[in-house]
C-alpha cells in the first residue's frame, strides 16, 4: 500500500470526448507525477508537478494537461480523446521533486 | 533520444535458482536506476534504486550497476512462484524530476514450480 489513491479505476469513454483523472499523493508528498503505460509498454512519463507548478513534461500534445491543488492532490485531463489515448494510467508522489515515486493502483481508460 | 533496453522475454527459471534480468541505457548522464515489479494488470511497485556503481542488496534482490558499460541488472536470489512478473527497468536521467523517468518495456519473469 503506497498511500496513492487513484481515482476512477475504469473508464471508458467515446473518441472525441474529454476525461479528469484524480490522483492523491501520500501524505507529506509535495510532488505528484503522471505516466501512460499502453499494453505491452513500460509507462511514459505525462508530467510532473511540483508545489502546484508543472515542473517538467514528456513528450505529449497540449489536449493532454494538468493541476496540482495546494493539498497536492492533482489531476490529468485529456480533450480530444483518441482511440490510442486507451492505456493504464499512473500517479506517482514524491518529496521534493524526488524520483523515489510510489505508483497509485493507476486508472484504466479504454476510449471506443 | 534517451532509450532503456531489456529483453521481452519470456524468461523461465526453475524455482530456487537465481533470475537475472538486465537492463542497458544510451545516457552516460543518467542519475538513478530504478527497478519495478508489475504484476498483470496492477500498477508497477518499486523493487529498489541504485545511483552508485556496484552492488546494493535488499533482502533477496540485489541491483548491480556498472555506469562505464551502461548497465544494470537485477538478481533475485532463491526465486520464488511469487516472482512471476514483469520487471521494469527505469532510469532517472535528470535529478530534480524534469524528465521524470524512462523506463523500458520490462522482461516478463517466469518461475517455474
Known amino acids: 500500500e503506497t498511500g496513492v489513491t487513484q481515482s476512477p479505476t475504469h473508464l471508458i469513454k467515446t473518441r472525441g470526448q474529454q476525461v479528469t483523472l484524480r490522483c492523491s499523493s501520500q501524505?507529506?508528498?509535495?510532488?505528484v507525477s503522471w505516466y501512460q503505460q499502453a499494453l505491452g509498454q513500460g509507462p511514459q512519463f505525462i508530467f510532473q508537478y511540483y508545489r502546484e507548478e508543472e515542473n517538467g513534461r514528456g513528450n505529449f500534445p497540449p489536449r493532454f494537461s494538468g493541476l496540482q491543488f495546494p493539498n497536492y492532490s492533482s489531476e490529468l485531463n485529456v480533450n480530444a480523446l483518441e482511440l490510442d489515448d486507451s492505456a493504464l494510467y499512473l500517479c506517482a508522489s514524491s518529496w521534493d521533486r524526488a524520483i523515489e515515486a510510489f505508483f497509485g493502483q493507476g486508472t484504466r481508460l479504454t476510449v471506443v | 533520444q534517451k532509450e532503456v533496453e531489456q529483453n521481452s522475454g519470456p524468461l523461465s527459471v526453475p524455482e530456487g535458482a537465481i533470475a537475472s534480468l538486465n537492463c542497458t541505457y544510451s545516457?552516460?548522464?543518467?542519475?538513478?536506476f530504478f527497478w519495478y515489479r508489475q504484476y498483470s494488470g496492477k500498477s508497477p511497485e518499486l523493487i529498489m534504486f541504485?545511483?552508485?556503481?556496484g552492488d546494493k542488496e535488499d533482502g533477496r534482490f540485489t541491483a548491480q550497476l556498472n555506469k562505464a558499460s551502461q548497465y544494470v541488472s537485477l538478481l533475485i536470489r532463491d526465486s520464488q512462484p511469487s516472482d512471476s512478473a514483469t520487471y521494469l527497468c527505469a532510469v532517472e536521467y535528470y535529478r530534480g524530476g524534469a524528465d521524470g523517468l524512462t523506463f523500458g518495456k520490462g522482461t516478463h519473469l517466469i518461475i517455474q514450480p
Open positions: 541504485i545511483y552508485s556503481n
Open positions: 545516457d552516460r548522464g543518467s542519475q538513478s
Open positions: 501524505s507529506g508528498h509535495n510532488t
